[in-house]
């Protein structure tokens, strides 16, 4: 991994994705995106070789601006050979996970498929032309195991839910797109584990039974995950230690 685009970089994941992937090699580039810049991690801010992009998944348009700014850092022909979206949204002002079937509302499934999930398509979609270069490259989605239709035996989380099971969709689309267009390449689905950060945090202590990883932790798993990723590994949705999950 030598240029990497990671999507919700202010984020704890996305934050300690870019930052070990700087820490283990000066010479990648990372170009993060994200809504506040200012909020991305200190060493990608310090790092020379990597730059932080505005991008807000339910701005107008904002995939196809941060393409635009992408070029003047990086060109197309250079290419980039990883791609993560680790944005997401679970809670937010008026957002809280949905209990049963009252709760719903069309505002919060339509915000939780923005930023889940067209999001990710949106910004696939402005990436392509850094993706038809020779090299093996590797598109991943920060999914979630809750996003397994098979897993669902608990259901609620609607639009968390919901959204996450199609970003599952849209990387298995794109899993079967992406070979005929950019090979060699593999387009997978990752579930992080259990991570602190502002998403899980209401839910700590419901958490409290599970194995919670620091977002450090999380960050060197999804990278060893990511290494061992080959092109047969297309089309997967894998977890955190490498495991796979039904979709
Ligand atoms: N933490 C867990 O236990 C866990 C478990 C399973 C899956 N995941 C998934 O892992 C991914 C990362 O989550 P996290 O735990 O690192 O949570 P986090 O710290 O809350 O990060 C969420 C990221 O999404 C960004 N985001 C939210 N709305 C956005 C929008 N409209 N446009 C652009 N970016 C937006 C946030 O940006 P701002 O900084 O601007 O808010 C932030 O960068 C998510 O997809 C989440 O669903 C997490």
């Not at 989605?141 to 599952?168: C, H, M, Q």
Request: with cysteine; proline share 4%.
């Amino acid at each position: 991994m030598k240029r990497v685009v990671i999507a919700g970089v202010s984020g704890a994941i996305g934050g300690a994705l870019a930052t070990r992937l700087i820490e283990r090699d000066p010479e990648v580039r990372v170009i993060g995106l994200c809504r506040n810049p200012e909020r991305a991690p200190e060493a990608l801010h310090a790092h020379g070789r990597s730059a932080v992009l505005a991008w807000d998944a339910e701005g107008e348009n904002a995939a196809t601006a941060a393409a635009a700014a992408l070029e003047s850092i990086l060109s197309r022909e250079e290419g980039i050979d990883t791609f993560i979206y680790a944005a997401g949204l679970l809670h937010g002002t008026d957002i809280f996970p949905e209990k049963r079937l009252e709760d719903l509302s069309a505002a919060s499934l339509a915000r939780s498929f923005a930023v889940n999930a067209t999001g990710f398509s949106m910004l696939a979609q402005a990436l392509l032309p850094w993706l038809r270069h020779r090299e093996f490259k590797r598109v991943a989605a920060i999914s979630a195991k809750v996003g397994s239709i098979t897993d669902n035996g608990f259901g609620g989380w609607y639009a968390y839910r919901s959204s996450k099971a199609a970003l599952n969709m849209l990387v298995r689309n794109l899993s079967i797109e992406l070979p005929r267009r950019c090979k060699p390449v593999a387009c997978v689905s990752l579930h992080p584990g259990t991570t602190e950060s502002a998403l899980s945090e209401p839910f700590s202590q419901s958490l409290a039974k599970l194995k919670v990883h620091s977002a450090r932790a999380t960050a060197c798993n999804l990278l060893d995950v990511l290494d061992a990723v080959v092109d047969e590994d297309n089309g997967r949705f894998l977890s955190w230690d490498g495991s796979e999950l039904p979709w």
